[in-house]
């Protein structure tokens, strides 16, 4: 929907700059959506992890539900622009799709852009000071809930920018989303809490992995023998592969 509102405002530039435009309003409207969320609902729960899981994956299933009466059940396939047809030929029989490659290359910005706003701005140093230590956090003047409500909204906005991405794989639905909510919570937990060098090993690990297992056998057979890796890993190292240094 948001593509096309923009192709229909920049005429003979779509579908080209619409979909750039997209992505930004993608991050923009999923983050105030992810922003007033959290200060209705999980704001209320953070105490109860559990609670917090059931409440959005509750609000996950009436967006679902949403999106189809409003747009519809049957999937939408979306137009991608031009330049991102094709591939790169690498070798007689091995392509590179450019929307992969494109995909890539935008995960890889998300990343460095969410490990600059830790590191290098002091909004990103409150949400790690938060992160560490709550408590000694606010005794020294961090506004917490501030800082609960901003982090929840940029982590929400990323997932608007991961839509968009995955919009250019196939035809886009209501229910997409589902199909990829356990391999990404393999790689949080994986990677470790809170750790981003952690989060990108374990992706590739997990999606190395699921290829490789695939190859002999079915799709569905290779992602359970990758859950099964992932448990048995977890029960050397339940942290993950990364662990937060406390004092």
């Given at each position: 929907m948001t593509q096309t509102t923009a192709a229909k405002l920049f005429g003979g530039t779509a579908p080209a700059i619409s979909y750039l435009i997209a992505v930004v309003l993608a991050f923009?409207?999923?983050?105030?959506?992810?922003?007033?969320?959290?200060?209705?609902?999980?704001?209320?729960?953070?105490?109860?992890?559990?609670?917090?899981?059931?409440?959005?994956?509750?609000?996950?299933l009436m967006l679902q539900q949403l999106a189809r009466s409003v747009f519809g059940a049957p999937n939408v396939q979306v137009v991608s622009p031009a330049w991102l047809n094709g591939g790169l030929a690498v070798t007689g029989s091995l392509s590179l799709s450019y929307k992969r490659l494109f995909i890539l290359g935008l995960a890889a910005f998300a990343l460095v852009a969410v490990w600059a706003y830790l590191q290098r701005t002091g909004a990103g140093r409150r949400v790690r000071a938060v992160m560490q230590n709550r408590e000694i956090a606010s005794s020294l003047g961090v506004h917490t809930r501030q800082v609960d409500a901003t982090t929840f909204a940029i982590g929400s906005g990323l997932a608007g920018v991961a839509g968009c991405a995955v919009a250019l794989l196939g035809p886009v639905g209501p229910a997409l989303g589902t199909y990829y909510i356990v391999d990404a919570f393999m790689v949080v937990v994986l990677g470790g809490a809170g750790q981003i060098v952690g989060a990108t090993v374990a992706a590739f690990a997990v999606g190395g992995l699921n290829m490789a297992f695939e190859l002999g056998s079915t799709a569905s057979l290779g992602k359970v023998a990758v859950l099964i890796v992932v448990i048995a890993f977890l029960q050397w190292r339940p942290a993950g592969l990364i662990v937060r240094r406390t004092r």
């Open positions: 923009a409207v999923a983050a105030l959506f992810g922003w007033v969320l959290e200060v209705v609902l999980i704001q209320r729960l953070y105490r109860r992890p559990l609670d917090t899981l059931l409440a959005t994956w509750g609000v996950g």
